[in-house]
């Protein structure tokens, strides 16, 4: 058991730029979330996803941003057209499918739009 | 309204203190989970406990003891016997079913100094 991984850890882009995160939860996880958390404030909720079905999205996911877990193993997160806005960290984290003790987290994807 | 209240920004203290974060939250729902997290400086948000709303024994673990009372909607953290070790940002979170989103408060950040 390695955690819950995330690549990249840093990533800089241009506004405009298309970019895409990847989250590979702990294997026996069905559970996987993203969340964004900005400076100075706790992580916001976007998207989760029970197996491949991605069940509940924030009204934080606004139409430039797409979440998929085609397998129910990885999951991508896609922001296209970047916005300065966007620059945040961006987490990932896991569950198991009973008892629910405790989300893993990874460490994280660090946006930074210019 | 969900929400999770850390009043604290930032506290302060001395190696060896005792020191207690504060956590408020709101909620109709009358089962619910509660949790904290430790995220260092490294970024990685570390599972310190989950309450559920049935449960209101308080909890001791090491140097940690958490204090949920139903009756102010509260469910504070204690650290006895402070370390520079614990030096992080805390975040105190609420969920209504196992499984679903967190929503977290802005977190208080703690400083301990030798």
């Known amino acids: 058991d390695t955690g819950v991984s995330q690549d990249p850890r840093h990533k800089i882009t241009k506004r405009g730029q298309n970019v895409t995160f990847r989250c590979d939860p702990i294997?026996?996880?069905?559970?996987l979330y993203w969340y964004r958390q900005t400076l100075g404030q706790g992580p916001e909720f976007l998207t989760y996803?029970?197996?491949?079905?991605?069940?509940?999205k924030s009204r934080l996911l606004s139409d430039r941003f797409s979440a998929e877990r085609p397998k129910g193993s990885f999951s991508t997160l896609e922001i296209q057209r970047t916005e300065q806005g966007d620059s945040a960290m961006y987490l990932c984290?896991?569950?198991?499918?009973?008892?629910?003790?405790?989300?893993?987290f990874g460490s994280g994807t660090r946006l930074t739009v210019v | 309204a969900q929400k999770v209240t850390q009043a604290q920004t930032e506290i302060s203290v001395v190696e060896k203190e005792d020191v207690t974060l504060d956590c408020v939250y709101e909620?109709?729902?009358?089962?619910?989970?509660l949790f904290w997290y430790k995220q260092p400086p490294s970024g990685e948000l570390v599972f310190l406990i989950r309450?559920?709303?049935?449960?209101?024994q308080n909890e001791i673990s090491g140097r940690y003891s958490w204090n949920f009372q139903k009756s102010t909607s509260s469910f504070n953290f204690t650290i006895t016997a402070s370390q520079v070790v614990d030096s992080a940002v805390y975040f105190c979170?609420?969920?209504?079913?196992?499984?679903?989103?967190?929503?977290f408060g802005k977190g208080t950040t703690l400083s301990v100094s030798s």
């Open positions: 979170a609420l969920s209504f079913q196992a499984g679903t989103a967190l929503i």
């Open positions: 996803f029970q197996n491949e079905a991605q069940l509940e």
């Open positions: 984290a896991s569950s198991p499918p009973y008892g629910s003790y405790g989300y893993t």
């Open positions: 309450r559920n709303s049935f449960d209101e």
């Open positions: 294997s026996e996880h069905n559970r």
């Open positions: 909620t109709r729902d009358t089962t619910y989970y």
